[in-house]
């Protein structure tokens, strides 16, 4: 092979990279990133969470975007098109297999962001040239980008929600650390951008399936602030408050400050006493894969796969005085066998091209580990609800936090079967300030066991020799890699109203098109749910005997004794950027009563809550384009059943939950998904016919 000669400048000195030959062959050619090792896990390039901030501790500069051939030889294609002093991360090809798109730190400044370049000529004999992608989000972080149709292109940012530059940046649910509002669209053609998942903690490392969805990795942390309770045990400890936290009255820049750090949703992190008795304390912390359409519809866990499936085992029970509320889930109701650990989860998704709806990730904790773990092999067709997807073991699993044989990330399976990862021989997550040893990329070997493990790596190193006081000198990290090859384009796929709403309006003689036409004009989605009472047979750990007063009850099958709640009202909740710290910019999500829609009064139920109708359905107009959650209360407004996640629906969106808690294989009854046309629906009509068109 020919040995390529590659020179980088850093941020001073220079770099002499050199490609040694003696590596395996690939079908395709592969793109991959460098990076200068790093030494913290706190917020920094390679961490699960706060992983887009472009300073130089966070992201060092001195690496590249490289170019491997099928027969070793190497191209550093920031050099040649002349970005030197650059941090480079998560290329994805296009469709046509002659360009990528990336995500580049060019420079050293302070202030530097990451921003989105596409690279040509790819081929041998050409020059790489690179270029700025056009009418991006200027001044923000813009991540983890890829291709969707047209030409158009998906990516992280932590541009706000709404543009608004003094809710920058959002701060995630967790510590408050700066994080991406959610997954944009840009048409660099035409300019036109738009969120399509608000996601209060995260969004992360996005990739288009072969069935045209749009699967991802979120951070699933909605709870209660945990700097504001630290705030709150110091203020009854006659302390001064850590963090100060306290609430706007309003996202507005010209809102007050309010003396007030109170939070409606959910139930807090310590427990509390309510009508009910006693009510558990609530904390979550896992990273989930999920699914939307490329237009941002139809956002939900991939194949409403949830923790009862993928992460089960003990889970707490919302009411500690209600004895049928159990503490654990029941295993026999689902497939899979292998529970991905919480405070971490599944990360670096790639669809395995030989095996059309099967997927391989990096099971990771959340933090300490620079996202790397086992490998694992997720199952998540469409066809297959959450009862019937796996997860299985590629490598060896983690024993007691240790790896025999070193940590993975970054899965890649080449179109020839053969399985690809970034690995470190260590073991064991370093301690904060150590780093890895290596993190090199390696072509996987399977064994007897049927385990894969570290096989030849793909290049003989990449080494920096800086000669400048703040060099590096060494082997760079190898990551991020893909295959540079032509494919199809997957299917475009369109949210649609389903056949009992559809009957609903036609009988209410109610024109789907402008109904839906309205709703893109105010900003608004329809969502719709028709038996609220009716909720999936493994979810115990929540109320499951339900009833409307005066209407329908589900009862659940196993437990047909146990004590039945009343349910009267659906409320709804938006996050909003309320919550702020002194001395930190940006604001916190918060959940407030839903107070951006256009519903019909409900006098009786709590702030921003429609009533349940008496078949059990609601139906709610409410905003795009911003996260949304809710909980069913009785006729005093106490919660009984509580969402647990965030959904951001979009701009004349109709979207029907068949239940609450949505049926996998059957309900608590043991019945399927309710197939009712929801009275709910039909009330809202006739109110909406009221309204200004």
């Not at 917020?43 to 490289?66: D, K, W």
């Not at 003989?460 to 000669?467: E, H, L, Y």
């Not at 009992?500 to 839906?516: D, G, Q």
């Not at 709910?680 to 909406?688: G, I, M, S, V």
Request: with cysteine; charged share 20%; glycine share 10%.
């Amino acid at each position: 092979m020919r040995i390529a000669v590659l020179r980088c400048l850093p941020l001073a000195g220079a770099f002499l990279f050199t490609a040694v030959a003696a590596a395996p062959v690939t079908p395709y050619p592969i793109l991959f990133v460098t990076q200068v090792p790093l030494h913290t896990d706190v917020a920094a390039r390679l961490s699960a969470f706060g992983n887009h901030m472009g300073g130089v501790t966070q992201a060092p500069r001195g690496g590249g975007l490289m170019l491997r051939y099928p027969d070793g030889t190497l191209r550093n294609l920031t050099r040649e098109a002349g970005f030197d002093d650059a941090a480079v991360r998560e290329p994805a090809v296009h469709p046509g297999g002659e360009r990528a798109v990336f995500s580049m730190l060019a420079g050293a400044a302070p202030n530097a962001v990451w921003q989105l370049y596409e690279v040509r000529g790819l081929a041998k004999g050409q020059r790489a040239s690179i270029a700025r992608v056009a009418r991006q989000p200027a001044g923000y972080n813009n991540v983890a980008p890829l291709y969707a149709s047209g030409d158009a292109m998906l990516f992280a940012s932590d541009r706000p929600r709404d543009g608004a530059a003094h809710l920058y940046p959002q701060l995630d649910e967790y510590e408050a650390t700066p994080t991406v509002t959610g997954i944009w669209r840009l048409d660099p053609a035409s300019g036109a951008l738009r969120i399509l998942n608000h996601a209060p903690s995260g969004a992360f490392t996005p990739i288009l399936d072969s069935y045209g969805r749009v699967l991802f990795t979120r951070w699933d942390h909605l709870q209660q602030d945990q700097l504001a309770e630290r705030d709150r045990d110091a203020s009854r400890n006659g302390v001064a408050p850590p963090f100060r936290s306290f609430n706007y009255a309003a996202e507005d820049a010209r809102a007050p400050k309010l003396d007030s750090r109170a939070e409606p949703f959910p139930e807090s992190r310590s427990g509390s006493t309510g009508p009910y008795g006693a009510v558990s304390g609530f904390i979550t912390n896992f990273f989930t894969i999920w699914s939307m359409n490329e237009d941002g519809s139809n956002e939900e866990t991939l194949n409403h796969v949830g923790q009862h499936e993928l992460a089960f085992g003990f889970l707490t029970p919302s009411f500690r005085d209600d004895p049928n509320l159990s503490n654990h889930t029941v295993d026999t109701h689902h497939a899979n066998r292998l529970a991905i650990r919480r405070e971490g989860g599944l990360f670096h998704l790639r669809e395995d091209p030989r095996r059309r709806g099967s997927y391989i990730a990096t099971a990771a904790r959340e933090s300490g580990s620079f996202t790397t773990g086992p490998l694992v092999r997720l199952s998540g067709a469409p066809a297959l609800n959450g009862d019937q997807m796996t997860v299985t073991a590629l490598t060896a699993m983690d024993a007691g936090d240790a790896m025999a044989g070193g940590r993975f990330r970054n899965p890649l399976p080449l179109s020839n079967g053969v399985l690809v990862a970034s690995h470190t021989s260590a073991e064991r997550a370093p301690e904060e300030g150590a780093g890895l040893p290596d993190l090199r990329l390696r072509v996987l070997a399977r064994g007897s066991d049927g385990k894969y493990r570290a096989g030849a790596p793909l290049t003989a190193g990449i080494r920096a020799d800086g000669t400048g006081p703040q060099s590096y000198r060494g082997v760079l990290w190898e990551l991020d890699a893909v295959e540079v090859r032509p494919r199809l384009s997957p299917p475009r796929r369109a949210a649609a109203f389903e056949a009992p709403e559809r009957a609903v309006l036609a009988e209410e003689r109610v024109s789907e098109a402008a109904l839906r036409d309205w709703l893109v004009r105010r900003d608004l989605a329809l969502v719709v749910t028709r038996d609220q009472t009716s909720r999936d047979r493994a979810d115990l750990q929540q109320p499951f005997n339900l009833r409307v007063p005066g209407g329908v009850k589900t009862v659940s099958k196993a437990m047909p004794g146990g004590k039945v709640y009343d349910i009267a009202h659906f409320q709804l909740f938006q996050g909003d950027q309320l919550r702020a710290y002194p001395g930190r910019a940006g604001r916190r999500v918060i959940a407030q009563p839903l107070h951006d829609g256009a519903n019909p009064p409900n006098p009786q139920g709590p702030a921003g809550s429609v009533r349940i109708a008496a078949d059990g359905s609601t139906a709610a107009f409410v905003p795009a384009r911003r996260a949304l959650t809710w909980q069913t209360t009785d006729r005093a407004g106490t919660p009984v059943v509580r969402e647990r996640n965030w959904i951001t629906f979009q701009a004349g969106e109709m979207r029907t939950c068949a239940s609450c808690h949505g049926t996998n294989t059957a309900n608590q009854a043991g019945l399927g998904a309710p197939s009712n046309k929801p009275q709910a629906l039909r009330e809202l009509l006739k109110y909406w016919k009221t309204l200004p068109k």
